[in-house]
């Protein structure tokens, strides 16, 4: 079966200086797509930007303008928009983020601010461009296997849980009250994934251990932001068109195991 094309398309990455971000961004110009990629502007260049198919729009995901913004530039620059992809966010252990009775006011805002306000800001700005255009479009939200499926030992950012939730409910409405309008709407959960984000639990051997069982998938281990790119281009691309509102977990079968590290066979 051949691989799903962009072909043509016009995508907005928010979120594409590293990580499954760029990851994406190379992707996607592979598949044929034109691509703005949206990043902070303490990121500096991403490695593709010199291709003749992407430009950097730099800003910060949590303001309300970068995306609508970005999403105006990249119509400008290509003639069109198409498809969004939003990635930005990150753990918010930074501000303090932690199991429920330890969070303050300032750690729970400041985390769904970065996880889910971004989201908002730039699903909201699609939206609108979409249905001005009278084209359709299609729109992936980057959400969290922590949505559906926690881990309490390890995993205990709980503003985070609930921001990567709240995304999935986001996506989940959007998608039905958009469809009769060609707007799609579809999240990818990935679980631990090899990322700048993720250096603290990969640095831990006693995660590393419980990945092996609970992502038991290719040998058990983290993914590889390449892992999520064929899934990613195919939501964005019109192989999906009869595809909206679904969350699909990308995530070596995190969501599916229990961790243990019993040997089934």
Known sequence: MPRASLEGKVVVVVGG???????????CVEAGASVVAVNP??????????????????????DAETA?????????????FDALYHVAGGSGRAFGDGPL???????????????????FHSNRA????????????????????LARSPSPGFFDTHAYATAKAAIVGLTTSAAAYYAPRGIRFNAVLPGLTDTPMSGRALSDPRILEFIRHKQPLDG??????????????????????????????????????DGSARDAF
């Open 101 to 119: 009775h330890q969070l303050s006011d300032s750690a729970w805002q400041e985390t769904l601010r970065l996880n889910l306000t971004s989201v």
């Open 220 to 257: 058990g281990r983290a993914g590889r932001a390449s892992d999520l790119d064929a899934a990613v281009v195919f939501l964005l691309s019109d192989d999906s068109r009869f595809v909206t509102g679904q969350s699909l977990a990308v995530d070596g079968g995190w969501s599916v195991s």
């Open 68 to 80: 609508r913004q970005a999403i105006r530039y990249a119509a400008s620059e290509f003639g069109r």
């Open 126 to 145: 699609a939206a609108a461009r979409f249905l001005e255009q009278g084209t359709g479009g299609s729109v992936l939200n980057m959400a969290s296997v």
């Open 17 to 27: 200086s590293s990580g499954l971000g760029l990851s994406a961004v190379r992707a």
């Open 41 to 62: 502007a303490d990121s500096g260049p991403p490695s593709t930007d010199r291709a003749p198919r992407v430009r950097t729009w730099l800003g910060d995901a949590r």
